[in-house]
Nanobody
Framework: QVQLVESGGGLVQAGGSLRLSCAAS????????MGWFRQAPGKERQFVAA????????VYADSVKGRFTISRDNAKNTVYLQMNSLKPEDTAVYYC??????????????WGQGTQVTVSE
């Protein structure tokens, strides 16, 4: 199991940007696909983006495509989520996850504690 710690959340006005980071423990970081999910109050957890172990494959939810960019630095054991043109509906707790299979990222048993992103009108 991988230990994950997110950071970078905060309060931003609509149209602004934030960059989330997720630092992972362990020596096999590049073996894992990494993903970002979010959960708003009263709603189910929602997939946001994922990236393969080598970084060559990325997948995005339609709601964030063109605004968010996922990337990773395997030398730093860190995955990032650059969020631009933020909207109030992006407000949620954002979680990162690690899994061997990018296609089944939601089944991961390795999750961070979450970081709050709040987008004001």
């Amino acid at each position: 199991q991988v230990q994950l710690v997110e950071s970078g959340g905060g309060l931003v006005q609509a149209g602004g940007s934030l960059r989330l980071s997720c630092a992972a423990s362990g020596r096999t970081f590049s073996s894992y696909a990494m993903g970002w999910f979010r959960q708003a109050p009263g709603k189910e957890r929602q997939f946001v983006a994922a990236i393969s172990g080598g970084g060559g494959l990325t997948v995005y939810a339609d709601s964030v495509k063109g605004r968010f960019t996922i990337s990773r630095d395997n030398a730093k054991n860190t995955v990032y989520l650059q969020m631009n043109s933020l909207k109030p509906e992006d407000t949620a707790v954002y979680y990162c996850a690690a899994h061997y299979n990018i296609a089944t990222m939601a089944e991961s048993d390795s999750w961070g504690q979450g970081t709050q992103v709040t987008v004001s009108e």
